[in-house]
């Protein structure tokens, strides 16, 4: 794959399949250093010195002497730090209300592709600040170098580069740069599923001042999706996927019905079932692994609006998985079984052959069937899943699968009360070897508040000391090491975080416990995380 189109400069790594090994569902994602510049993007273009003007001269200088004082002292903070084995309790107090990110995707011309803010923002002040944007990154792009981020005061602009695209996060949430950097990431992938590497090359050679928007056309819904997503996904921050909490035999009984036979195998990438974004189950190619990016593009493509509110019973949808292969086209055929979480039975509220709903006098909920081939066999596709779903578990209206299945759904949430812990407000999971998480569901339900946004980046804080990003670029001959034990406390409540072979856990508790009681709560997750995994995580999916 192209190097300039995935750069380790930021938390989703493209990693080559192992192709060879059978056993893994998932890919595992490689903890990358923040800082690494993607070559052929930042090479000195000949002449640029002659044209460069006295404004742009000035411009410069003066980012290079802020960033450098920035540079300095964050460089000083890491290295008094020494080797002491807490984080020193936050003095800082999180704002009371944090205002929402706000994002910029432009060309390298400076034309608008995407702004978060929508449509009823000024069209002047808007290009002023693309424009400002693009002067900014091409002071350093003329000068062989990367501009990364801007910090003024309490806000943060961080940047990413991937011609002929410019992103832009801008935030006052207090995350770290690297949090930043992913979520701009999983935009460039978002689009990347609309409009291939290789279509975007193609087109910006033709002609460098394109109009983007005409070629994505609806696909800002997509995008928007993303970015509600990246604000409270935990499986997203921490690269991974959440399954759906299930008995371990019910799972397997739903994954063997699911797989394929037939010449028009050959073309198929992967059958995932899925609801409400968990996933049941995922049966592939022995040959092939899936990458937990490629899921979550997948993810919110159902989740947009264009697709999940569509009356239709099953839909063709294209898009590219850019961890797969980021220059091909693949098609989904997406099957909606809804059913329902009240009732007898003997009302399953399927759909028939015709397409028409059954009338729903309850809640209902859908398991969604998703089919990826690489091939044109649309026909063999479309009839293989019609079967499938006709022979599920799911669609077995008096047997006991599909009671046991609408059960386990239904109640497949559990709380933290659960696990009886005192002290113990949330925590996550991370089953490393899987690429898999699992975290108690919201209790209170409140949407997007302002204290779990401020928990999800204390947490974020957590995980990046863990794994170091924050201290890239050592120097030379010096190596920097995350700490595997971390602990936080803020005036409201405190988290620790913890990574070993095996797992991470990041816990939330009150911080009048001390210490000692927070490790103890960490132990006692891990646990009961341990007694639950055959029903937390999937393990062993059929491959064909």
């Avoid at 999706?225 to 371990?248: E, N």
């Avoid at 759909?351 to 859908?366: A, C, F, N, P, Y």
Wanted: with cysteine.
């Amino acid at each position: 794959m192209n190097s300039g189109s995935h750069s380790s400069a930021s938390s989703v790594i493209n990693l080559e399949l192992d192709n060879t090994n059978g056993n893994r569902i998932l890919v595992q994602d490689v903890e990358a250093e923040v800082d690494s510049i993607d070559e052929d993007v930042y090479q000195n273009k000949p002449g640029n010195e002659s044209k460069e003007g006295e404004s742009k001269k000035i411009l410069r200088d003066q980012l290079r002497r802020t960033l450098t004082t920035n540079l300095a002292t964050t460089e000083a903070s890491f290295t008094n730090r020494g080797p002491a084995r807490w984080l020193p309790d936050s003095q800082r107090s999180f704002h009371s209300k944090l205002s929402p990110r706000e994002y910029f995707i432009l060309t390298d011309a400076g034309k608008p592709v995407y702004i978060s803010r929508g449509t009823d923002t000024d069209d002047i002040d808007v290009s002023s600040m693309l424009g400002v944007m693009q002067a900014l990154i091409s002071v350093f792009i003329d000068d062989g170098d990367k501009l990364k981020s801007i910090n003024a005061g309490k806000t943060r602009i961080t940047f990413l580069q991937r011609q002929p695209l410019y992103y832009a996060c801008v935030s006052t949430w207090g995350e770290p740069e690297s949090v930043a950097r992913s979520q701009l990431e999983y935009l460039h992938l978002q689009i990347l599923s609309v409009v291939t590497s290789v279509q975007l090359k193609r087109i910006f050679e033709r002609r460098g001042n394109f109009d983007l928007r005409r070629l994505l056309g609806g696909a800002d819904t997509f995008l928007t999706t993303m970015i509600a997503r990246l604000q409270l996904d935990l499986a997203i921050s921490m690269s991974a996927l959440r399954c759906l909490r299930l008995d371990p035999f019910l799972r397997n009984k739903l994954a063997q019905a699911l797989v394929p036979s037939g010449k028009f195998t050959k073309d198929i990438l992967y059958i995932i079932l899925v609801t409400q974004g968990e996933i049941i189950t995922i049966v592939r190619p022995r040959k092939h692994s899936v990458h937990p990016a490629d899921i979550h593009i997948l993810l919110t493509t159902l989740a947009s609006p264009s697709i999940s509110n569509s009356p239709a019973a099953a839909m063709w949808v294209p898009l590219c998985l850019p961890k797969w292969n980021e220059g091909r086209m693949v098609n989904a055929y997406v099957v909606n079984i809804p059913y329902m979480l009240g009732g007898n039975s003997n009302s399953s509220g399927l759909e028939g052959t015709s397409g028409k709903r059954e009338t729903q006098t309850l809640t209902s909920r859908s398991i969604t069937l998703v089919c990826i081939s690489g091939g044109s066999d649309f026909d063999s596709v479309r009839a293989w899943c019609d079967e499938a779903v006709e022979n599920s578990p799911a669609n077995h209206t008096s047997s006991s699968s599909f009671h046991h299945l609408r059960t386990h759904i239904s109640h497949s949430s559990y709380a933290i009360s659960e696990l009886g812990i005192p002290g113990l407000r949330h925590f996550v999971y991370k089953a490393r070897g899987l690429v898999q998480v699992t975290y108690p569901a919201d209790e209170k339900n409140e949407g997007e508040t302002d204290e779990k946004k401020r928990i999800i980046t204390l947490y974020q804080l957590v995980h990046d000391a863990i794994h170091a990003k924050g201290m890239s670029n050592p120097g030379k001959g010096e190596v920097r090491e995350g700490l595997k034990l971390q602990y936080l406390r803020t005036e409201t409540e405190a988290v620790l975080g913890w990574i070993t072979q095996p797992f991470e856990l990041y816990l939330t508790l009150s911080p009048l416990l001390p210490k000692s009681a927070a490790v103890g709560a960490a132990n006692a997750v891990a646990r009961w995380v341990k007694k639950e995994e055959g029903k937390l995580f999937l393990k062993d999916a059929p491959v064909f």
